[in-house]
């Protein structure tokens, strides 16, 4: 758990302690709004004191995020985010680092950064605002646009396979995954809490509706008509089951997952457990695609793991303990030295 010790000893903090006194330029209607009021409500309930947290940001309209957030932030540059903010927490281990990137700044340019976080267990915490495309410089593909989804710089529709963000950070090694709608409040804030109580890399992959260039992307999944249908929230230790009347589940037969209906097979849906190093298993959740399968949100993987952090730590500790010279300064005057006149 990356808590305090002297928490017990602070004033309570609220969200309002996390809000700056920056203007919001976000696009009316932008799922971006909901992120940041979640987060700011999760940072509040975090044990770590104010000075302790540091939001990190690349660039997008995603990264504009750490100027609302009332707390030490670094914009950094396209794609890096999660460079600066490893550094970040192995010169500073007590510190409660938050990533904010997009599809574009983190699956693009940032993938090489990304893909090693997840590889290292840093203890990082990574939120995606995934809307599918470049929102900030006007509409071009990302890693993550479906085929056949018209954007500036594929008029005809996108013709290239888009990532899928969980297959690509289970795939990588990360430690925990998770996936919410940017219209479920109570499950971001959940999945927030997790993710922070989380040793090591957490990944939240946020499906964040962009009102100019996608507006309703995610709707089948997320929409008030349509998502009990084509969602299912994983929650440990519960049946995988979804629907209007939780009358469907989730199997898996020769080594796929399938959906049964009520009836005799209606007892054998599979139990959800997150923290079961189950690699396959959690990587056919994340890619499950409608309307073949409903799309997996909640926490999928939570598997424990020596973060990076802790390790590189451990190591210095020890060499410092073996090593015969206490200071950069001994180090420097050992050996053969000389003096210019």
Known sequence: MKTDVTAKNRKPLTRKDFASDQAVRWCPGCGDFMILAIMQKAFAQMDHPKEKF??????????RITYYLDTYGIHSIHGRAIAVATGAKLAKPDLNVWV?????DCMAIGGNHFIHACRR?????????????YGMTKGQSSPTTPVGKKTKTSPEGSYENPFNIGEVAIGAGVSFFA??????????EKMMLEAYHHKGTSVIEVLQNCVIF??????????KET??????????????IFGKENERGLTTSEMRIKTILPGPDAGEAMIHNPADDNIPLQMA????QIPELPVATGVIRKVDSESYSAYVHKMIAREQQRSEFKTTSDLYHSGNTWEIE
Not at 100 to 104: A, C
Not at 214 to 223: F, L, P, R, Y
Not at 227 to 240: A, F, H, R, S, T
Request: glycine share 10%.
């Open 285 to 288: 959740l994340v890619k499950m």
């Open 179 to 188: 996936r919410v709608p940017d219209n479920d409040p109570l499950l971001m």
């Open 214 to 223: 996608t507006d309703g992307i995610h709707e089948q999944i997320t929409g």
């Open 100 to 104: 904010f990137t997009g599809d574009g």
């Open 54 to 63: 540091l939001s990190v940001s690349g660039i997008g309209c995603s990264s």
């Open 121 to 133: 267990n840093a203890d990082l915490n990574i939120v995606i605002f995934n809307n599918n495309i």
């Open 227 to 240: 998502k009990q249908d084509n969602q299912i929230v994983l929650e440990e230790g519960k049946p995988m």
